[in-house]
């Protein structure tokens, strides 16, 4: 086996940070990474790190203030982490529970039943009787129309 295979990721960054012959000071400056947090990921502390998306992201920064492939050295982190990258799910789908379109149509057909209740109500009330009493009296002959007693001819 190669020496590259067996080195950890934090043990190859640090080795070809030394190559080129920077410090952890020039590194930090150049990837506005804390010190302290680049000597963990140096030490393979990957765990004191604030999170798994900050250390993927403190990692690619690394590799490229140093010249590396970024693809590179978290397929080495992936593979030494055996880590496995969840996608979310997308938000765009909404959940739906399984009773909520039953739900939905129970609510619909009350309502459509509502209506044509009313609508029956209203197209078989009878007409005419639902008129004031003082509208509907027929004027007699004879009769009082407005307190003036009706002329008889």
């Known amino acids: 086996m190669t020496a590259s295979r067996v080195e950890s990721v934090g043990g190859y960054l640090r080795r070809t ?23 963990r990921i140096e030490a393979d502390h990957f765990d004191d790190l604030p999170g798994e998306v900050f250390a993927r992201g403190f990692l690619k920064a690394y590799a490229r203030a140093v010249g590396l492939d970024p693809a590179e050295v978290l397929a080495r982190y992936t593979s030494a982490r055996r880590v496995v990258s969840v996608a979310p799910l997308p938000t765009a789908t909404p959940v739906r529970r399984p009773g909520s379109r039953r739900f939905g149509v129970a609510i619909a057909f009350v309502l459509l039943l509502l209506l044509f209740t009313l609508a029956l109500s209203i197209l078989l009330r009878p007409r005419g009787h639902d008129r004031p009493s003082e509208l509907s009296l027929r004027a007699a002959p004879g009769a009082a129309v407005g307190g003036v007693p009706a002329a008889n001819g």
């Open 17 to 39: 940070r030394i190559h080129k012959g920077m410090s952890v000071t020039e590194v930090a400056r150049a990837t506005r990474i804390p010190q302290s947090a680049l000597e």
